[in-house]
């Protein structure tokens, strides 16, 4: 065979794609749109930022991180004033500046180019998920993934932050597992891991199928390849940074509850236990009462359960118990929630709620203080309704999430004759380990 006649192959199979690549680029392209209000000289003025809707934190970020003229995790700066992320996002951040202090001398005018070069990436990364999505969900459900390149809600929150980063490496994560390349899987997930902390909730579903079918050695691979790759990338710094590495940790254990939360409103409302107890400590306890839940879900349904919907449930109770749950996170839940359920009305339905979430968090804080805005602003009733607006919809999709299991003929991945469409070992994989087969 040629190199041509190679080539023409990978062409062809590439060619289904390229409409969803170029409406990725489309859903990155109106994502900078958004934020142009702010990109032009709004982020100087908080009263312009929030009512033109484009805050971001990677302006603000690099003068308050010191990224002009330090690295993070190395920086002789206050603990607080260290980088609040795990390390490879630590140094994406640091090698975006460092190109930007190249190319610009002024100091606000580098920001603006970290900015610019930020987006760049985090466009890039968005368009490489949607693909990555689509091999994901094969070619009878790969225009899902148009779900993730262009919905509202990814389009408002795509610049908030750095996640877009960690979702494609999730989606890397499930394409891998699915061909069955557990030691290039448990890498994309130990990077993962080290990039946004969430990826480690699918050790727990990939573990729970492990049990259900008995496919030990793929699970074990995948997870020394996990731990491996984070230790490799955390290591130098814990070493020779010890300070600037725990800043995450401890600023994750130390945060109050904050900006999203249910937790929130309960403290807010001044409700018995819900709102007095330590949130930390009631994340932890309603977050592993939900994992026990989804546990015995997965041992005792009728048939085992898809990967992509135990990766779902476990994410969505991993937001729904956090103390915070900023308007980015809707970047985490979108690709694994249309991978489990690719139903549109109730996915809609999660993004009305999503929308109005992204609208009235910036609109809240404009009535808080330091502004105190209440012209401008929203108080906190009408706030809340958004907050209990994306819990409520998301507990639905979990509730038909968690029917499509015990029902799977409900199921409308599994009504093409499809198994597990990400399964990779789990695919057509007996059961070895359930509930019922205790009880007999």
């Not at 130098?236 to 109050?256: D, H, K, L, T």
């Not at 900006?259 to 819900?274: A, D, R, T």
């Not at 930390?280 to 048939?303: K, N």
């Amino acid at each position: 065979m040629t190199s041509a006649e190679a080539r023409a192959p990978m062409l062809a199979r590439a060619v289904p794609y390229l409409p969803l690549g170029v409406v990725a680029a489309l859903g990155a392209a109106l994502a900078y749109v958004v934020r142009l209000p702010c990109r032009t000289g709004g982020w100087n003025d908080q009263v312009s930022t929030y009512t033109n809707f484009c805050y971001t934190d990677i302006y603000p970020l690099y003068f308050d991180r010191q990224l002009a003229t330090q690295n993070p995790y190395f920086a002789h700066v206050p603990f607080d004033k260290q980088v609040e992320y795990p390390v490879v996002l630590g140094e994406v951040m640091q090698a975006i500046a460092w190109v930007a202090r190249h190319l610009e001398t002024d100091v606000v005018a580098q920001a603006v180019r970290f900015y610019d070069l930020t987006v760049v990436l985090l466009g890039a990364c968005l368009v490489a998920g949607v693909l990555l999505m689509a091999a994901v969900a094969g070619p009878a459900r790969r225009w899902d993934a148009l779900w993730y390149a262009i919905s509202p809600a990814v389009v408002l929150a795509a610049y908030i932050n750095w996640d877009l980063v960690a979702g494609a490496l999730s989606m890397g994560v499930l394409l891998a597992w699915k061909r069955q390349r557990q030691v290039l899987a448990g890498v994309l997930l130990g990077l993962a891991i080290a990039t946004k902390f969430y990826p480690l909730m699918f050790l727990g579903a990939l573990f729970l199928l492990t049990l259900r079918t008995a496919k030990w050695r793929p699970f074990l691979v995948t997870l020394g390849a996990t731990a491996g790759a984070w230790l490799a990338v955390n290591l130098p710094f814990m070493i020779f940074a010890w300070e600037g590495w725990r800043r995450f940790y401890v600023f994750s254990q130390e945060r109050g509850v904050d900006w999203g939360s249910p937790w929130l409103f309960f403290q807010n409302k001044g409700w018995p236990v819900l709102g007095e107890a330590d949130p930390s400590t009631l994340g932890m306890v309603s977050l592993a009462l939900l994992c026990l839940g989804i546990a015995v879900l997965t041992l005792a349904a009728p048939r085992r359960p898809r990967l992509a919907q135990i990766c779902f449930l476990a994410l969505a109770a991993f937001m729904m118990t956090n103390k915070v749950w900023s308007p980015q996170f809707v970047l985490w839940l979108v690709p694994f929630a249309v991978l489990a359920r690719p139903n549109w009305k109730p996915l809609a339905l999660w993004q009305v709620a999503e929308v109005w979430y992204f609208a009235a968090i910036w609109l809240y804080l404009l009535s808080q203080a330091p502004l105190s805005r209440t012209d401008l602003g929203i108080g906190d009733d009408t706030y809340f309704t958004a907050v209990w607006g994306r819990v409520i919809t998301i507990a639905i999709m979990m509730a038909f999430v968690v029917r499509d299991i015990f029902r799977p003929d409900k199921d409308v991945v599994r009504q093409d004759g499809v198994d597990d469409q990400a399964g990779g070992v789990f695919d057509g994989a007996r059961d070895r380990f359930t509930l019922t087969s205790l009880a007999r």
